[in-house]
């Protein structure tokens, strides 16, 4: 893995060539980057042309965070089947793509009646893939997907899927917060 040695146009359009892909032509429009003193933040991202979206880093630490797995994108209890506690099946594969892999385990700390399987799960993707998972990450992308649910719901006049009322949901969510540790809970 290499990171861009500045976040210029220039860095951007020699990475790109780099990696095999003719830009020839193609406009580069680079997103603000100023402000980002932390090396963990040093990533952003560009249009190039109207085909392709960028995705870079000029620290070493933002480098990793960015660097993109193939995920199913829709992880939940619906597209998996399990059998004596073993995961057996994962289905419906028309949202997968490229992601960080703290999105695809977002919907993770919904499945069951804690966090554990968010944690076997990362567990075992540390081991397997030497990279580590951010569990405030991941927290971060499921609040969001939990609170959209509640709302696009609530707003259809669609029940909660378990029949439980909004309150409850966010009720669970500052629960599994706490449980790992994260945010101000």
Known sequence: MRWLPEPSPAAVREAV?????DTHGLPLSLREVDGRDEPLWQASSALLGDAYVVKFAWSEP????VVPVLCHSDLHGD??????????LVVDFETAGWAQPEY????????G?????LRA??????????????LARVMAWHVRSVLSDALWRCAAGVPLPDGRMPAEWTDDLT???????VGPC
């Open 175 to 181: 629960a599994r917060l706490g449980t790992l540790g």
């Open 104 to 111: 695809d385990l977002r919907l993770l700390p919904g499945i």
């Open 62 to 65: 933002a480098a990793r965070r």
């Open 79 to 88: 597209n998996q089947v399990w059998s004596g506690g073993d995961l057996r």
């Open 121 to 134: 799960t990362a567990a075992h993707y540390e081991r397997e893939s030497g990279r580590e998972v951010d």
């Open 113 to 117: 009646s804690g966090v554990e399987l």
């Open 17 to 21: 060539r780099a990696a095999g892909l």
